[in-house]
Structure formats: structure tokens, C-alpha cells
């Protein structure tokens, strides 16, 4: 049965790997934002429902105290250790505790991916408080996620070109692709030019038209299905996608073989 | 069970200013509604937003004429400046093209909805239980929540909820019976099933904001949210279509 069918009739894609490259965990930054149960339980059974094998968390508590963050990544990382990848999150402002709670994150919390959030943090991603960051990664042989958003003094895709030509062996993920129809534009323009440059595709402006013109322009390998719940309902996402107009295969590598092996470059395996 | 009958309740034909959207013409809709399994849609002309008003109205009956499975709503303003009519006028063409939904867009459009600048339209459109479909970029909570108020009797579905102003969309359905959320970007993690469990599936209605947004977003919701049989029925259609019905009866 093909992928737009089952979704058609709202069943689970339990013969495809699903592997949402972008989600979170928890209340936004203390409740700023109303968000209904937002917990590991509740996300792993809305998994279920899709047919999502595997989600990269980070708590959205880490955008404001990132250690207490990371713990509560960990924890629930420690229930659901099939399901859920913890992604550690740092804070540009406190440069010199980058590196060691990168550390204590990779060692003690068994995190296996970095995010980052220079727009919360209002720090621009090409900044020396990031420096650790991409040394780190690029020596753990990890990767980064990062938010970016076309026009954001922080992070608009341009800005991580100077950073994926110093580090080409590092897998960077363009969280959200620019964000909006310019940004999907400047995002396809500077992964053309670095192939270690991946794009996910989460945000609530993306369409299947951008989803086509993204893989057509980039070529499916470095697309990502990911979905920022629970910050935002993961079903949208996941239909838009599961109906792009893209053949069979690209939506298998993007709803889950990429990033499948960008985990499995990474360490982590089920 | 058996395929959920969709019929979405804010679909635009013609095409957008500032981006190529996935289509503009009305094979485009058709083709994308089949794909998806959506039956019927609301359909409003992007010229009425972006152009004139009455231009796109009139548009939009030349190209859906009498389709069966497509039906106009139209963009009113205030019946003050010439290119308006009457609102006798506006209410007689609308029974006679079988209009059964407006919309308004009173930021792009520079008026307020409001009792002093539309000139007797609301009065008559909650006489004939005409629903007002709002997009929540146009209108802030409390001209909706003034809104709902002065006019009881006119149904108001907002859409464009997004997921940040929860705590006014909350209050709205709380505050007054009147008021609704197309769910084609109610983003809310778990939204849906909470507004069900609150407030009633009754205050929901299927919508896809296509094509500005993907249709296949707000229909995978739909299929997939943790709600019962009943209650995705009523919003995939049941609610819009007693809405409908009920106008001018």
C-alpha cells in the first residue's frame, strides 16, 4: 500500500522507518506558550498512531535553563530508549560551560546529537559562543540541528555557510529550511553550495509544493521529515510530506533513511 | 468505518501575490480535493482580497458556476463607499447567486468590524444566519470577542488560529456559542482533542486554507486525532453543513 493511502485512511506507517529529525519535549519556556500534555507518554502514543519509530527530543525547558533541560531530555530518553534520541542543548551566553555540559550531555546523559536555538538565545549562529559547539560536534562526529529563519539577524540560512565550509565533515540540519518561502529559497541556494548541509522540513508555512521544489533542487538524500512537536501538532507535518508529489522512494529517504543514517554516523542504534 | 466525508470550509481559487502556490485554477483545486478525499469546499477569489471585492465576487460565480461540489463565499466590506451596494442589495444578490458564506478581511481591507462602520451589514446578515468567516491575521480576540458578543445570532468561524494566541482562542470558545475554529492551521499540539473534550465537537469545522496552506495538513489531523467517529464527522462536514442549512431559514 503506498504511503499517501495509508495516511488517506489514517493508519499507522508500520512498514516504513519514520524518523522525526526535529521534535521537542515539555511546556515552552515555562509556560509562555499553552501546550496540552506535552509529555514523553503522551508523544510516543501520538508516535504510535503515525507510525513513527524514532523521535530527536530536546526539552523546551532547555531554552531557558539548559541543564535543567538536558536532565529532563535525558529522563525521558532513559523511559523510551528506542524511541526517543536526546539532542543536547547549550546556551551561547555561557560560553565557558559549552564544552562541559557537552560533555556531562554526551558522557553521563547518553545524548547523541546537539540543538541549537540562536534566535531564543538571540545570539547570531556564526558567533564565538557557538565555536565549542562546532568543534565539539565535528570532533565527536556528531551533528547539529539548528533553527533558522529567513531574515533573523541569528540564524538565516546564509549564515551557516561559513560554518559548514570550516567543519565539511559535519552533518549541519537547517531546522524548519529557512521558515518561510524566501527562506526555503535561501536555504536550497547555500546547500547547493555545501553538501553537508541537510534541510528539515517542519515548520507551519512549509507545503508539498516547497517539499517538491526542495527535493527537486537539492535531490532528496539531504531532506528530513521533522515535525517540532510537541511545540506544534506533529499530524500536519506528517501529511504534508506522506502527500508531497514526490516518488515512493524520496519519501522514504526523508521520512526516516536519512536521518537514520545520520544517527547511525552518530552511534546510535536501535 | 467508512471514508470520512471532508467539506472544507476555506478553500481560495486565483492566484497569490507574493508566491507560486501549489495551484490557482479551479482543476488545480479539483485535482488536490480528489487526492485527498475532500468532497466539497467553500471557495472564496483571492482577486476579492487582493483586487476589489466585487471583482473577485463576480469571478469567482463566472468560474465555480454551479459546481456541484464547489460553493461561493464571498468578500463584503462596508456599504458606505459606491463599490459596495447596499446592503439590501448585497443581501438580495447573495440569495440569488446562492451565497451562503461571507468573508471579511477588515486589516487588508481598512474598516472595522464593527457596528459603527458596517452600516447595518451584520445586522442583516445574523438575521439570515449568514456565517462570517475570519482569518485571525485580520482580526485581533477582542473584535472577535466584541463581535461575537453585539451579533449572538451570527455563527463566526476563525481561521489562521496558528498555535500562540491559546489562551484568547480558549476564552472566545468559552465566552460565546457563536464562535468556532476552522482547525486548517490550528496548530495547537493536541488542539483539536482538547477543544473537543471542552468545549464539544460541535465548535470545530474542517477547513484546509488551500492553497495558501497544504490541505493535506489539516486533513491528516482530522483522520488521525484521538477523537471518536462522531466527532470527526461533525467536524468534517456535519457542523459547516448545519451551519449552511440554516441559513436564512
Not at chain 1, 560551560?97 to 534566535?119: A, D, N, Q, S, Y
Not at chain 1, 548541509?197 to 527535493?215: H, M, P
Not at chain 2, 479539483?30 to 482577486?47: F, K, P, Q
Amino acid at each position: 500500500m503506498a504511503i499517501e493511502d495509508k495516511v488517506r485512511e489514517g493508519l499507522p506507517l508500520d512498514d516504513v522507518l519514520v524518523v522525526d529529525a526535529h521534535a521537542h519535549l515539555g511546556a515552552y519556556s515555562e509556560g509562555r506558550m499553552y501546550i496540552p500534555t506535552p509529555d514523553e507518554d503522551t508523544m510516543v502514543r501520538l508516535m504510535d498512531r503515525m507510525g513513527v519509530d524514532v523521535a530527536c527530543i530536546s526539552s523546551l525547558e532547555a531554552m531557558s535553563d539548559f541543564r535543567a533541560g538536558n536532565e529532563r531530555t535525558a529522563r525521558a530518553v532513559r523511559k523510551y530508549p528506542d524511541r526517543l534520541v536526546g539532542l543536547a542543548v547549550v546556551n551561547p551566553h555561557y560560553p565557558e560551560e559549552v564544552g562541559p555540559e557537552l560533555e556531562r550531555c554526551f558522557e553521563e546523559l547518553g545524548m547523541k546529537g546537539i540543538k541549537i536555538h540562536p534566535t531564543c538565545n538571540d545570539y547570531p549562529v556564526d558567533g564565538k559562543g557557538y565555536e565549542e559547539v562546532w568543534r565539539f560536534a565535528s570532533e565527536r562526529g556528531t551533528f547539529v540541528l539548528s533553527h533558522t529563519w529567513q531574515g533573523s539577524s541569528t540564524c538565516g540560512p546564509k549564515m551557516f555557510a561559513s560554518v559548514a565550509e570550516k567543519y565539511p565533515d559535519l552533518p549541519i540540519i537547517l531546522g524548519h529550511s529557512g521558515g518561510n518561502p524566501k527562506g526555503y529559497e535561501e536555504a536550497i541556494e547555500v546547500a547547493k553550495d555545501h553538501p553537508n548541509l541537510y534541510l528539515d522540513l517542519c515548520g507551519s508555512l512549509i507545503t508539498g509544493a516547497w517539499v517538491e521544489r526542495i527535493v527537486e533542487a537539492v535531490g532528496a538524500d539531504r531532506v528530513l521529515y521533522g515535525t517540532d512537536f510537541p511545540f506544534i501538532d506533529p499530524f500536519y507535518e506528517f501529511g504534508k510530506v506522506c502527500f508531497a508529489g514526490i516518488d515512493e522512494e524520496e519519501k522514504k529517504k526523508i521520512l526516516g533513511l536519512n536521518m537514520a543514517e545520520i544517527l547511525r554516523r552518530a552511534g546510535w542504534e536501535r | 468505518m467508512s471514508p470520512l466525508r471532508l467539506f472544507d470550509a476555506n478553500a481560495m481559487v486565483g492566484r497569490w501575490p507574493t508566491e507560486k502556490l501549489a495551484f490557482h485554477d479551479l482543476e488545480g483545486m479539483l485535482t488536490t480535493m480528489d487526492r485527498l478525499g475532500i468532497d466539497e469546499a467553500l471557495v472564496w477569489h483571492s482577486l476579492s482580497r487582493f483586487y476589489d471585492p466585487m471583482e473577485g465576487n463576480r469571478k469567482l460565480m463566472e468560474e465555480i458556476g454551479d459546481h456541484p461540489r464547489l460553493h461561493p463565499c464571498w468578500v463584503l466590506v462596508p456599504p458606505f463607499t459606491s463599490d459596495a451596494g447596499t446592503v439590501e442589495e448585497v443581501m438580495a444578490d447573495m440569495r440569488k447567486n446562492g451565497v451562503r458564506a461571507v468573508k471579511f478581511f477588515p486589516r487588508e481591507h481598512g474598516f472595522k468590524l464593527r457596528s459603527w462602520n458596517m452600516g447595518g451589514l451584520l445586522e442583516a446578515l445574523e438575521r439570515e444566519r449568514v456565517p462570517v468567516l475570519l482569518d485571525a491575521d485580520q482580526v485581533d480576540p477582542e473584535e472577535v470577542h466584541e463581535l461575537c458578543e453585539a451579533y449572538p445570532g451570527l455563527p463566526v468561524v476563525l481561521g489562521r488560529t496558528g498555535y500562540r494566541e491559546m489562551r484568547a482562542i480558549y476564552a472566545l470558545l468559552a465566552g460565546h456559542e457563536n464562535f468556532y475554529v476552522d482547525i486548517s492551521t490550528f496548530l495547537l499540539y493536541r488542539g483539536l482533542e482538547e477543544v473537543v473534550g471542552k468545549f464539544g465537537a460541535g465548535r470545530l469545522i474542517f477547513g484546509t486554507g488551500m492553497p495558501i496552506h497544504d490541505p493535506a495538513g489539516a486533513a491528516t489531523k482530522l483522520r488521525y486525532a484521538e477523537v471518536d467517529d462522531e466527532a470527526k464527522e461533525m467536524i468534517a462536514h456535519r457542523n459547516l453543513e448545519g451551519l449552511l442549512e440554516r441559513v436564512g431559514t
